[in-house]
């Protein structure tokens, strides 16, 4: 009864009952949980070791870091069982699985052979054996070749797509959630005829710009790791200006299951109707795609989407009458 106790009371914490809803989806170590939860080191220090003491996490050391993840038995049986009454649709919790993705879709991508190897020269396409040139043909191909205005590219990664876009744009921003592939960013972007395009660490899903601040808008191989495509794409339409461009490139629907499990993909990629019922919710709506397809032993295609956003309405006069 005693051990029964002190596990609800540990986990009667809206902090805590948090660390453990992140917990369930994976290992983490502090430096995640702070990133995530955007609180203090010393402060989830001590509710995770509270939740340590009463048998709720596990604690592993490994070199510098130590991690966290639900501990096995009774007592993590007792978490799921809490956490099956979580209310559906709550907006900390909601955000916090978003985090979650995120954090476990830049481990795997920083854990990439190729990335290892390859260093600023990786791209997830490239890690795929994707014809990332072909793809990048077909994109220029699509949009104007002069003034694209301001440009913002989300899930920048390496900075590869600015680089391709800066002599079209007025200027360019380039956001990305992961330091590692901004830094790489900033050295591909280092250079005069680039002066002009900048990176930021930001989320997808709370983009600190104003409305209808950009002309063009892209999200490249971005989607597929969204846990709420949806809320990502809403966002990308809200900083989108009337009459402005949202590019998307990503992978259509493939069976490739085991890519969730080795890059952390979130979706088998999109159908086109799946594609137009995401656009359609954030008010857009877009033609057929351009599909591009890899080597028949890859099973993948790259799609692109583009869609515009509906311009101002020209403001009416009033008729003048002479009296």
């Not at 402005?244 to 086109?272: K, N, P, W, Y």
């Amino acid at each position: 009864m005693d051990a029964l106790l002190t596990a609800l009371c540990a986990a009667a914490d809206p902090t805590r009952l948090r660390l453990l809803a992140l917990a369930a989806t994976g290992s983490f170590c502090v430096n995640d949980f702070c990133d995530m939860l955007g609180q203090s080191q010393p402060r989830l220090s001590r509710h995770l070791k509270l939740l340590c003491e009463a048998g709720l996490l596990a604690r592993t050391r490994e070199g510098a870091n130590a991690w966290f993840e639900l501990a096995q038995g009774p007592c993590g049986a007792l978490v799921r069982a809490i956490l099956t009454h979580a209310p559906a649709g709550d907006p900390l919790l909601e955000a916090d699985r978003r985090g979650s993705a995120r954090v476990l879709a830049e481990r795997a991508r920083a854990a990439s052979e190729k990335f290892r190897l390859q260093g600023a020269d990786w791209d997830e396409m490239r890690a795929l054996d994707l014809p990332a040139a072909q793809v990048e043909r077909a994109l220029l191909a699509q949009l104007p070749d002069r003034d694209l205005g301001r440009v913002l590219d989300i899930g920048t990664g390496t900075g590869r797509l600015l680089k391709l876009l800066a002599p079209r744009a007025t200027s360019a921003l380039g956001i990305d959630a992961s330091r590692t592939m901004l830094a790489l960013a900033r050295v591909h972007l280092a250079g005069p005829e680039t002066a002009h395009c900048s990176v930021r660490l930001a989320d997808m899903y709370a983009l600190p710009l104003p409305d209808e601040s950009f002309t063009t808008v892209l999200l490249q191989m971005v989607l597929h790791y969204a846990e709420d495509p949806a809320a990502a794409m809403a966002e990308a339409r809200r900083v989108l200006a009337p009459g402005g461009r949202l590019v998307i490139v990503d992978l259509g629907a493939h069976e490739r299951r085991e890519l969730m499990a080795q890059m952390a993909h979130r979706r088998l990629g999109f159908s086109d109707a799946e594609m137009q019922a995401l656009l359609h919710r954030a008010g857009l709506s877009a033609p057929p795609p351009t599909t591009i397809q890899a080597q028949p032993d890859t099973r993948l295609t790259i799609k692109i989407w583009q869609a515009t956003a509906p311009a101002l309405a020209a403001p009416t006069r009033e008729l003048e009458f002479s009296a």
